[in-house]
């Protein structure tokens, strides 16, 4: 098992930026992939980012490039999402993800794909 833990989340005016952080323990072997996902009331949840473990090659949602980065630092077993350019549409709670397939070429964005979730952390972002 991977357990995953969020932090870093709360309430940023328009413009303003966060780091979110995700700490990973147990089986962190396991980890081929980690990603963000985010959701609000009533939607699905929407991939945001993720970094493959080994490589550290990214990938995001559209409406985070160039306003996002992700990052990692193996040898803390965390992932790190810098979100500057905050929009109040980014209003959400966040998740990390851990996806264990060591397969996947790239990374997925569907999140039944993941196999280990964090709690969530919410960010607002008022106007």
């Known amino acids: 098992q991977v357990q995953l833990v969020e932090s870093g989340g709360g309430l940023v005016q328009a413009g303003g930026s966060l780091r979110l952080s995700c700490a990973a323990s147990?089986?962190?072997?396991?980890?081929?992939?980690m990603g963000w996902f985010r959701q609000t009331p009533g939607k699905e949840r929407e991939f945001v980012a993720a970094?493959?473990?080994?490589?550290?090659?990214?990938y995001y949602t559209d409406s985070m490039k160039g306003r996002s980065t992700i990052s990692r630092d193996n040898a803390k077993n965390t992932v790190y999402l810098q979100m500057n350019s905050l929009k109040p549409e980014d209003t959400a709670v966040y998740y990390c993800?851990?996806?264990?397939?060591?397969?996947?070429?790239?990374?997925?964005?569907?999140?039944?794909?993941?196999?280990?979730w964090g709690q969530g952390t919410q960010v607002t972002v008022s106007s």
């Open positions: 993800a851990a996806d264990k397939d060591p397969r996947r070429v790239g990374v997925s964005t569907q999140p039944e794909e993941y196999d280990y």
């Open positions: 970094i493959k473990w080994s490589g550290g090659s990214t």
């Open positions: 147990g089986r962190t072997f396991r980890i081929a992939a």
